[in-house]
């Protein structure tokens, strides 16, 4: 994810680089049109490296069983940890660096119609990622995501999000 100039939003850094606005999952709607798309509903970030991700339930996202379709449901999985992720590194994505999905994997346990709640949270401390970017421009991590239906779990996903300094 870069910073996209018809955000038409300005991002400010507070002190210590946590980001004051907008929040990562707004920024994450103006990056990335499909979360509007999907008509997501992407909470306000309040712990650093974790996001909540709503997908609510109507017929344009079922399958045939009249459940999320899987598409939809990874969508707002891969939201949320994107939303995590930003949460964390928002201040380099102002300055260009680069925020990239390198791998997922899905494990499905449950289907179950409802509204999609997907809850992800970075794997590591927020203040060893972000050293490991000061030091070397880079850093890798995992976002595990949990997805459910009424607190009913219905599947983990894991996403590998590589940030990167901008290039030159």
């Known amino acids: 994810m870069r910073p996209h100039r018809a955000a038409g939003r300005a991002t400010s850094v507070a002190p210590g680089g946590s980001m004051a606005t907008p929040d990562a999952g707004q920024l994450l709607a103006q990056l990335v049109p499909f979360v509007r798309t999907l008509d997501l509903s992407i909470a306000p970030v309040t712990t650093p490296g974790q996001a909540t991700v709503t997908l609510p339930s109507r017929p344009a996202v079922h399958n045939h069983m009249g459940t999320a379709h899987a598409g939809a449901a990874y969508t707002a999985a891969e939201s949320a940890s994107g ?38 949270k970075i794997d590591g401390a927020p203040a060893d990622l972000r050293a490991a970017y000061r030091e070397t421009g880079k850093v890798d991590f995992d976002a595990v995501v949990d997805l459910s239906v009424e607190g009913v779990p219905t599947a983990r996903m894991v996403f590998v999000w590589a940030v990167r300094k901008p290039r030159t």
């Open 83 to 120: 939303a995590a992720a930003l949460s964390l590194f928002a201040d380099v994505v102002a300055k260009g660096a680069y925020v990239a999905l390198k791998s997922s994997s899905v494990t499905h346990q449950k289907a179950r119609a409802g509204d999609v709640v997907a809850h992800a």
